[in-house]
C-alpha cells in the first residue's frame, strides 16, 4: 500500500480499537467486535483505501458509521483533511471523542444527512468515499454537488461488485460520470473480497 507504518501508529490504532470496543459494548457501532475481525476489516481494509489517497487532500466519509474509514485514514495520512457524515448521532459522538483523545487537527465529524451538505459544504472535497454505504448511482447522486472541480470518487465495495457496476455503469452516465478504474483485492486469512471502484466526472467528447 505504500504506507509507512511505525510503531506509534501501531499504538494509536490499538487506542481507537480499545474504544471502538468500549463504546461498541454500551452503543451499537458495529457487527464486526472481535480483535481479527477489526483489525482486517476495519483497519487493513481502510489502509487499503489510505494508500490512494493524496497528502492534503480534503477527504469526505460519506455514511461513515463508527468512523471507517475515516478515522484510520486520518491516523496514517495526518496532513489528510478529513471529514464524516453520519446520520447516527451516537456514532459521530464516538468519532469526535476518538478525535479529541487522539489530538486529530483537520478531522471533523458532522451528524446530518448527505444531501444536508450541499448549503454548507458545496464543492468541498477532493475526494468522496463510502463503503458499503449505498448503491454507485445513489452515491454519486449525494456526492456530486459535494465534489470539487476535477476531484474524485472511490465506492469500496464487496464481492458483488461486478453485478452493481453493470447494473449501475451507464446510469452514472447520467449523472454526468463514469468508472474510471475497479481495484479488487483479497483480505488477509481469507476475511473476503472487496473492490475499489473508482468513478469521476465525464470528459466532454
Known amino acids: 500500500m505504500g504506507l509507512d507504518i ?23 457501532l458495529t457487527t464486526i467486535i472481535t480483535d481479527d475481525e477489526i483489525a482486517v476489516k476495519h483497519i487493513i481494509d481502510a489502509l487499503v483505501l489510505a494508500g490512494c ?14 468512523g471507517v474509514p475515516a478515522i484510520p485514514l486520518k491516523i496514517v495520512k495526518p496532513k489528510v483533511r478529513v471529514t464524516s457524515v453520519d446520520a447516527v448521532g451516537k456514532k459521530i459522538l464516538f468519532q469526535r471523542h476518538v478525535a479529541r483523545l487522539l489530538g486529530f487537527q483537520g478531522f471533523e465529524a458532522i451528524h446530518a444527512r448527505v444531501e444536508d451538505l450541499s448549503n454548507s459544504h458545496a464543492h468541498g472535497f477532493d475526494l468522496i468515499v463510502s463503503r458499503a454505504f449505498s448503491r454507485l448511482e445513489q452515491f454519486v447522486a449525494l456526492a456530486a454537488p459535494l465534489l470539487a472541480e476535477a476531484g474524485r470518487l472511490i465506492a469500496m465495495k464487496g464481492p458483488g461488485a461486478a453485478d452493481e457496476i453493470r447494473a449501475d455503469g451507464e446510469r452514472l452516465a447520467t449523472l454526468g460520470f463514469e468508472i474510471v478504474s475497479v481495484t479488487p483485492y483479497r483480505l488477509p486469512f481469507n476475511k473476503g473480497e472487496r473492490n475499489l471502484i473508482g468513478i469521476a466526472p465525464r470528459k466532454a467528447a
Open 53 to 66: 489517497v493524496r497528502d492534503g487532500e480534503r477527504v469526505l466519509d460519506m455514511g461513515s458509521g463508527a
Open 6 to 28: 511505525s510503531g506509534e501508529t501501531i499504538r494509536t490504532f490499538e487506542l481507537f480499537i480499545d474504544q471502538l470496543k468500549k463504546w461498541n459494548r454500551k452503543i451499537n
